[in-house]
C-alpha cells in the first residue's frame, strides 16, 4: 500500500461540510481539522501500483467545498 497526505483548503464555512463528505466517501482512513494555509489534513492508502495523482484528482478535488488540495507522497514510517 501507499500511504499520503492531502492538506485541503475549503471555501469559507464549508470546513466541517468537506470533512462530512469525506468521511461519508469512506475514501480517507484519518481526516484532522488544522490551522494555517489549509483546513483539513487526511491521510489516504491506496494500492502500490494505484496513480495518487489520478486518485486525488477523481475521489478527492471534486468534492463540493474544495478549493484547493496539496498532496504529500510519504517514502518510510518510522
Known sequence: ?????VE??????????VASALAEAE????????????DILAKFYVPK?????HFVGEKVQPIPGIV???TIITFKAF
Open 1 to 5: 500500500m501507499q500511504t499520503f497526505f
Open 8 to 17: 485541503i483548503k475549503c471555501a469559507l464555512g464549508q470546513t466541517y461540510k
Open 27 to 38: 475514501i480517507a482512513s484519518e481526516i484532522y481539522s488544522i490551522a494555517g494555509n489549509y
Open 49 to 53: 501500483d494505484a496513480d495518487i495523482g
Open 68 to 70: 484547493d488540495t496539496r
